[in-house]
């Protein structure tokens, strides 16, 4: 029989991983949109040296795993002589500074590639109306490109965001008490595999709804002048 009276009294350890998954996603999808709006940003340009650096590293890093992406950092960071002997060592031998990394890398390349695609839907002609009225690229790239690309991408930036959520349970493999972490820890301490994942996957849920919700809220507001007036 099950006994989720388990989880009831072990409840704080749910509740740190809650708090660890949360902020690590949070932080990890505003640095994310910070690296990806240049990147994708450059994926539009037409010089090579810069539209190929931003190809490499969304290439990388849409086309290997979050795991291994996480080990390389993690495990492979120690290797590197100049980095144990620099300042920025205290940061990378921290789990949780290696898991934010790795999920703030992995989403912006993700990211990058739906404002590229975003940037490229833009119609001409609201390029060649702002270019008309004299606004320079910066101008262009402000005030047009930019409110609209991010408009557009919205809905499938949602999904993404989504998608960070339930891949960051990566983190738990790394010793980070994450939601996952947690369960495994519940797990290892009463062997009750169904309980203890099955409270992790409600809570994950939980999550997910409310980014949902969220986004609803934000695409209903930003796509108000879409929906017809009525009288």
């Not at 009294?9 to 998954?21: C, Q, V």
């Not at 947690?182 to 099955?198: D, H, K, L, Q, V």
Request: net charge positive; charged share 15%.
């Amino acid at each position: 029989m099950f006994d989720f009276s388990i989880i009831l009294d072990e409840w704080p350890t749910y509740l740190e991983g809650l708090s660890n998954t949360a902020w690590l996603v949070a932080v990890s999808l505003i640095v994310g949109l910070c690296i990806a709006i240049p990147i994708g940003i450059a994926r539009n340009s037409q010089n090579k040296w810069v539209n190929y650096p931003a190809w490499a590293y969304i290439y990388f890093f849409r086309g290997t795993p979050l795991l291994v992406q996480l080990f390389i950092i993690y495990y492979g960071a120690g290797q590197w002589k100049g980095l144990q002997e620099s300042w920025a060592w205290q940061w990378f031998q921290e789990a949780w500074f290696c898991s934010l990394v790795a999920f703030a890398l992995n989403t912006g390349a993700y990211t990058a590639e739906i404002v590229r695609g975003a940037i490229q839907m833009i119609p001409k002609g609201e390029l060649e109306a702002a270019a008309s009225f004299g606004m320079t690229k910066w101008q262009m790239l402000r005030h047009i490109i930019l409110p609209s690309a991010l408009r557009r991408a919205l809905p499938a930036y949602s999904n993404e965001v989504i998608l960070m959520l339930h891949g960051s349970s990566v983190a738990g493999v790394i010793t980070v008490v994450d939601l996952t972490g947690a369960a495994r820890i519940i797990n290892a301490r009463y062997y009750t595999p169904f309980e203890a994942f099955i409270t992790a996957g409600l809570l994950y849920l939980c999550l997910s709804m409310t980014l949902v919700w969220c986004f609803r809220r934000l695409e209903k507001k930003w796509y108000a002048h879409l929906r017809p007036r009525v009288g």
